[in-house]
């Protein structure tokens, strides 16, 4: 199915939701399309909803494009990303949360909980979400 997005009035915020099937080259275009849309700003947080959404990398190539894509806007990734996943995409997301940390030092945390992820996306950048 693929990806919407939502950037608030402030542009402080980008709400993502992920549902259906998702491929490596969705999340590219996705990431691409938030960075270049003109709303965006450089101290947003984002709250990806990957809950009724399935992505299964084939290996650690895809997500590493991925991280390559997100690491092009780095200058645009000041503050918090949120992923909420359902637990039993957990360990996933986890993985490509760790890795992404790693290649560009960004703060992103993994969810199951969507109260607990807009609550971080809140409380450390100091954005009403």
Known sequence: MGFAY?????????QVV???KITTAECIGLVERV???PRHRPDSTALIDLRDAI???????EVIQIS????A????????????ARQSTLFP?????????EAINIRIRVFVDMDAA???CREVSGHAA
């Open 6 to 14: 939502e950037i608030s009035q402030s542009g402080n915020h980008v």
């Open 18 to 20: 992920g549902t259906g």
């Open 35 to 37: 960075m270049s849309d």
């Open 55 to 61: 992505y299964e990398p084939k290996d650690m190539a």
């Open 68 to 71: 390559t894509a997100l690491e």
């Open 73 to 84: 806007f780095h200058y645009v990734l000041k503050d918090n990303i949120a992923i909420v």
């Open 93 to 101: 997301a986890e993985i490509f949360s760790t890795h992404v940390r």
């Open 118 to 120: 807009e609550e971080f």
